[in-house]
């Protein structure tokens, strides 16, 4: 009966609405034309959530007028309050090209506040007048998110710095880092042993728990170094895994409804997403990690190939104007030159020129799962002209333009060719078998990865230097001066 319930149960009611509203939003994340709808459904459940902290027993009883220090509301409107201005600011500042290391620094931020709420929980029970009370689920609870949240604040730092060339984004390897890392897990284990089983004193327990969060730190990093170049999409991925993996912890620790259904919705879907970048690269997981890909020069084994030849965007704008089909295939570099509005535009140009007109994602372009499919939908492409590169591939011979913007490991031949390549066996869009290649490049360097890409030396292939939202804006003024 309604008029039975009393201020818990409302509170675990507005707990379980909040949940109902992030699994539904993020089902309707799947689909392009519902994807905005459910981000606001997901963001109407977590103002639920927050509300309901408020009601919360433990809330409510530390009211206290006379300290405001030691008052729960205060704490509580103080974070909203920062938390709100920092989320705003970065929301208007942040531009596409920084949408990667943005997430790489939330994926930080949510790992941290985990191990937080993990911490300040021991050391509340540490505390305690009556001696310090062993839970088996609170402190295994307790120890993973200490252990992976501090792991996933680290190494999403570092992953931040990569991303964002605050550092190199290349693979940092060093002579013993395995067995350093496999010392490190070992370590965290026997500390975990420690703080989880009850035969111990609570200074040791106490020692246990602050190595634990040492050894995480470091391992973090050390975890993170080895990856590089065209792998960060899916230590990304794998970060963000971590992140929901350690806030389901910190909910089980607090007895918090939300927290284990959103994180363990984050976990489980970041695992899966990480398995299917794996896939698509044609990698396993423990390659990815340990295999220290891009850390020394990737050039190809086979030698210099041919001089790559280039074209004027006059040139080029004969051979599209005859093209009766054309493919796009961004990478990071349309997001360096926020070039999607103008590929919107050269497509319609193209279409009403009478050209068919794709765009192809591989699932690993950009630095983030992802990246390409949203500069994509801001840019309002059509959906039914996205594809994928298993639809793509079959029909790529029959495309009379191929149009890679900024993309380079994604459409390298060497990942069929150059068994030497470390992407060797990873599929890849067949640009180099449409009757015509265009690459929009900046200049002659490497990409992100440092890997030679033999697709620019091919004879179909054609490169346009200079920056793609000029060349593209050019190429489709063409059309219009007709």
């Not at 295999?291 to 004969?318: M, Q, W």
């Not at 020129?353 to 794709?358: K, L, M, R």
């Not at 639809?391 to 333009?401: G, S, W």
Request: a negative charge.
């Amino acid at each position: 009966m309604i008029q039975d319930l009393n201020l818990s149960d409302i509170n675990n009611l507005a707990y379980m609405v909040a949940s109902v509203c992030t699994i539904l939003g993020i089902k309707m994340l799947g689909k392009a034309d519902t994807a905005r709808r459910g981000m606001l459904i997901s963001a109407a459940g977590t103002v639920v959530a927050v509300i309901a902290v408020f009601f919360d027993g433990r809330v409510l009883d530390s009211w206290d007028a006379t300290n405001v220090l030691r008052n729960g509301f205060f704490w509580s409107f103080l974070a909203i309050f920062i938390g709100s201005i920092i989320g705003l600011t970065w929301a208007k500042k942040v531009k596409m090209t920084g949408m990667p290391e943005l997430v790489a620094l939330f994926n930080g931020f949510g790992g941290l506040a985990s191990a937080l709420v993990a911490f300040s929980s021991f050391y509340l029970l540490y505390t305690a007048d009556g001696g310090y009370v062993y839970d088996l689920v609170h402190d295994i609870s307790t120890s993973l998110a200490i252990f992976i949240g501090t792991i996933t604040f680290t190494g999403s730092m570092l992953a931040w710095g990569k991303l964002s060339e605050k550092i190199t984004g290349r693979a940092i390897v060093f002579k013993g880092q395995t067995i350093i890392n496999a010392i490190l897990l070992i370590a965290a284990l026997i500390a975990m042993v420690i703080y989880v089983v009850p035969a111990f004193d609570a200074q040791t327990t106490f020692i246990a728990v602050i190595t634990l969060a040492s050894i995480a730190f470091v391992f973090g990093i050390t975890f993170v170094l080895p990856i590089g170049g065209g792998d960060m999409p899916v230590v990304i991925s794998l970060l963000n895994s971590l992140t929901g993996i350690a806030v389901a912890m910190a909910g089980f620790i607090i007895e918090n409804t939300m927290l284990i259904v959103t994180g363990a919705l984050v976990g489980a879907s970041g695992v899966i997403l990480t398995l299917i970048m794996c896939k698509a690269m044609n990698r396993s997981l423990g390659n990815l990690l340990f295999s220290g890909f891009g850390a020394t020069d990737t050039a190809s084994s086979k030698g210099p190939g041919a001089e790559p030849k280039s074209i004027s965007v006059e040139d080029a704008y004969l051979i599209l104007e005859a093209a009766q089909s054309v493919v796009f295939i961004p990478g990071y570099g349309m997001a360096v030159a926020q070039a999607q509005h103008v590929v919107r535009e050269l497509a319609e140009r193209l279409e009403e020129n009478g050209a068919e007109v794709s765009h192809c994602v591989h699932p690993v372009a950009g630095r983030m799962p992802g990246h390409m499919n949203v500069l994509l939908a801001e840019a309002d492409i059509p959906y039914e002209q996205l594809k994928t590169m298993d639809e793509m591939n079959p029909t790529m011979p029959m495309q009379d333009v191929a149009i890679v913007i900024g993309a380079n490991d994604v459409v390298n031949p060497a990942a069929e060719t150059d068994e030497s390549s470390p992407i060797y066996g990873m599929p890849i869009i067949k640009a180099y078998e449409a009757r015509t290649v265009f690459v929009l490049k900046r200049g002659k360097g490497r990409g992100f990865s440092g890997i030679e890409n033999e697709l620019f030396g091919m004879p179909n292939t054609l490169m346009i230097y200079g920056d793609a939202k000029s060349t593209i804006s050019s190429l489709a003024g063409e059309f219009t001066a007709e």
